[in-house]
């Protein structure tokens, strides 16, 4: 089974609302990653979350790592028709080596005008 | 600023052809990745490397082989391509415990 899940699957908001993003681990986490990709384009790093009950925030967009360090939130304020793609959270399970990334199916916001 | 060149963007080739994928990072990164990405299936890791003429299997190794002799270098070699080997192709970088960049990808199509 996928260690990583990631909900919704997509997501259609009118531009001005409010949306979240989750994703949930089967394992406790060392790291989570938040990046948005644009079609057929590579991925663009958002935020990075390394500590239980950890925030951070930039410009609209608010990312949260829960204490058990198993769940994280991805949260657009006032979405813009900029927002939309696909989001994807990436986990890293240990803190040794090379830190590869393991990812989640990614959820495909579209945010209409 | 923060650099990860793929060499090609989009490429076509036909069944049995030897691919090559170049990635070329500027950072000093030790870490070096290889993922594919198909619909339904997300990002998969094929290789990794963390240091010079070094390499480790991913997930989905089988169909591919990687070099890197230079620390700023990491090549994807399709040695006999096939047709389920069309994907999105992405490259990464990174230092150990810091960020992940990754490349703007290159679309393979096998024929």
């Known amino acids: 089974s996928q260690e990583l899940e990631q909900s919704p699957q997509s997501l259609i908001v009118q531009e001005g609302k409010n949306l979240t993003i989750n994703c949930t681990s089967s394992?406790?986490?060392?790291?989570l990653y938040w990046y948005k990709q644009k079609y057929g384009e590579g991925l663009i790093f958002l935020m990075m979350l390394q500590k239980g009950g950890e925030e951070k925030s930039h410009e609209k967009i608010t990312a949260k790592l829960d204490e058990k360090k198993q769940q994280s939130s991805l949260h657009i304020t006032a979405s813009q028709p900029s927002h939309a793609g696909i989001y994807l959270c990436g986990a890293v399970y240990s803190g040794a080596g090379s830190y590869q990334l393991t990812f989640g199916k990614g959820t495909k916001l579209s945010v209409i005008p | 600023d923060v650099k990860v060149t793929q060499s090609s963007r989009y490429l076509v080739k036909r069944t049995g052809e030897k691919v090559f994928l170049e990635c070329v990072q500027d950072m000093d990164h030790e870490n070096m990745f290889w993922y594919r990405q198909d619909p339904g299936l997300g990002l998969r890791l094929i290789y990794f490397s963390y240091d010079v003429k070094m390499k480790e299997k991913g997930d989905i190794p089988e169909g591919y082989s990687v070099s890197r002799e230079k620390k700023e270098r990491f090549s994807l070699i399709l040695e006999s391509a096939s047709t389920n080997q069309t994907s999105m192709y992405l490259c990464?970088?990174?230092?150990?415990?810091?960020?992940?960049?990754f490349g703007e990808g290159s679309r393979l199509t096998v024929l």
């Open positions: 394992k406790t986490l060392y790291g």
């Open positions: 990464a970088s990174s230092l150990p415990g810091l960020v992940v960049f």
